[in-house]
């Protein structure tokens, strides 16, 4: 029997469509990039499984501009939740304001409201035993069924016609990398062999505004090979999305004078054209997706993101405009653990965004010596 499609309502448009606007507040900017480097709508057959790395609250803003960009039909998302989102007092748990803030946000506990929208839009709670009670259900031995159970779900909710969005890493990402790819892909694809699969990635750029600029990633359509083992289904789902970060202002320039000293006694227009040099070199031999205003060598963000380091004084500048390293250049190169990287290495949460790309950087820089 034919599986009928299952398309989003108008009041759930609308919901979409409200956190869309949201998103306009909430960042500075959402640039979408592709591969092949023609932007254009998304068309993606069902039934897709949609695997996007794990940044912060502001990836689900991030999703409704992507559900913007695909084509109708628009297919109803399921998408696993951490099950204490929809519990009492989530808000006033997960964030513990101070002030007004925590009236606010209590009011909007109270009201319910939040765990039926996200029902609306297709979230599903689920457990995270690796995070969340994992040595309990381990001792107990119910691990294993819990984790059957919670793909099953998915599994289940495809078969009614609809896609799965999917966060493998499970967790938020605290340093600009990505975390350990859990085996969640893996149980889906032996549940229902013969998916497509589509990855995109989240990439933050924090430093070049006030506001957040969200650089979105897309990757290609994918399908899974059956007799693919676990670890080799991990390991593909890893290096597509680490692959799929957008190279951009921050992470380049932080890249850039976090792995080098080269920038010691230069000015800034030798950073500029550094910059502009590793932008096309990563473009032109690796299919990196870069920010479009350094492959047309636009040097303001480059410019701006120089400013902050000066002001966080990871690097300084003489009267006559040379460089040299800040007090908190080493800091930012300790290999010590931070408890916030975004807060205290923030120059190192934007350097790691570019992991997979960092061989051919380091050989580009060794080039200018």
């Not at 032109?284 to 120089?306: C, P």
């Amino acid at each position: 029997m034919a599986i009928k499609i299952q398309k989003y309502g108008f009041f759930a448009e609308c919901i979409i469509h409200i956190v869309y606007l949201v998103s306009k507040f909430a960042l500075k900017k959402v640039d979408h990039y592709f591969l092949d480097g023609n932007p254009r709508r998304l068309d993606l057959p069902y039934p897709t499984v949609y695997i996007a790395n794990h940044v912060s609250e502001l990836d689900i803003p991030g999703l409704a501009t992507i559900h913007k960009r695909i084509q109708n039909p628009r297919i109803q998302y399921t998408i696993p939740v951490r099950e204490d989102i929809v519990q009492k007092n989530f808000l006033i748990k997960e964030f513990r304001p101070k002030g007004i803030l925590k009236y606010i946000l209590h009011f909007i506990d109270l009201t319910g409201v939040l765990p039926l929208l996200f029902r609306i839009v297709g979230a599903v709670p689920v457990k995270r035993p690796f995070r969340d009670n994992a040595r309990a259900m381990v001792k107990d031995g119910s691990l294993r069924d819990q984790v059957d159970k919670d793909w099953t779900i998915l599994s289940d909710n495809i078969d009614l016609g609809k896609n799965v969005v999917v966060f493998p890493e499970g967790v938020f990402s605290e340093d600009g990398n990505l975390r350990v790819i859990k085996n969640g892909i893996a149980h889906l694809s032996e549940k229902k062999p013969g998916l497509n699969y589509f990855y995109f990635n989240f990439t933050y750029d924090l430093l070049s505004d006030k506001k957040p600029c969200l650089h979105i990633g897309f990757g290609e359509l994918f399908q899974i090979n059956p007799a693919s083992k676990k670890e080799e289904i991990t390991s593909m789902i890893k290096e597509k999305l680490s692959r799929a970060y957008v190279v951009n202002s921050a992470n380049l320039v932080s890249f850039l004078i976090l792995n080098s000293d080269l920038f010691v006694g230069k000015d800034k227009i030798w950073i500029q054209k550094s910059v502009l040099d590793l932008a096309k070199k990563i473009h032109d031999k690796e299919n990196a997706m870069v920010e479009n205003a350094l492959l047309d060598s636009q040097t303001e963000t480059i410019d701006r993101i120089l400013s902050v380091m000066v002001k966080r004084k990871l690097i300084s500048i003489s009267k006559e405009g040379i460089y040299t390293k800040g007090p908190k250049w080493e800091i930012e190169n300790n290999p010590e653990k931070p408890k916030s990287y975004k807060r205290d290495k923030p120059f190192s949460y934007h350097k790691n965004q570019l992991r997979a790309f960092e061989p051919t950087l380091l050989n580009t820089i060794s080039e200018y010596k």
